[in-house]
């Protein structure tokens, strides 16, 4: 994967950040529910009709952002520089962990934080800290 570090807009990502944390405090707020995409897409598919339209509508304005989006500017250039079974292997061994720990990184990272949660703390910080053990194992151990 390739980032154009000179291409970063601090004011359009505080901007993104702030949307963000509006969302999530309004899904809060409104609903009582936490924006954590994991538990809203597991919890879309077992088609309970009590909360399927909400989260329908959540899942949706996931997808049509990025359509919105193109409608200012053509999305930011992304290179993905691997395999197929390599990228479904890791989007399976994401997804299983996610569940596993109870959630994912918006849900612990984003709401679980402001929400003073002592799990969701623990949490990122474990997130973070592989990422950075992963990072360094690849670029550095393995290059």
């Not at 944390?21 to 924006?35: D, N, P, Q, V």
């Not at 996931?62 to 053509?74: D, E, K, N, R, T």
């Amino acid at each position: 994967m390739y980032i154009a570090w000179s291409n970063f807009t601090p004011i359009s990502a505080i901007i993104g950040g702030a949307l963000i944390g509006i969302a999530a405090s309004l899904l809060l707020a409104g609903l009582g529910r936490i924006a954590g995409i994991t538990g809203i897409v597991a919890d879309a598919l077992k088609l309970k009709e009590s909360d399927f339209l909400w989260r329908l509508c959540f899942i949706a304005g996931l997808v049509a952002a990025p359509s919105c989006y193109l409608l200012f500017s053509p999305l930011p250039l992304s290179e993905v520089a691997t395999d197929w079974p390599t990228i479904l292997a890791a989007g399976l061994i994401v997804g299983f962990g996610s569940r596993l720990g109870s959630g994912c990184t918006s849900g612990h990272g984003v709401c679980g934080i402001s929400r003073g949660s002592k799990r969701s703390i623990l949490a990122t910080m474990l997130f973070m800290l592989t990422g950075f053990i992963t990072v360094f194992v690849v670029r550095h151990l393995f290059a």
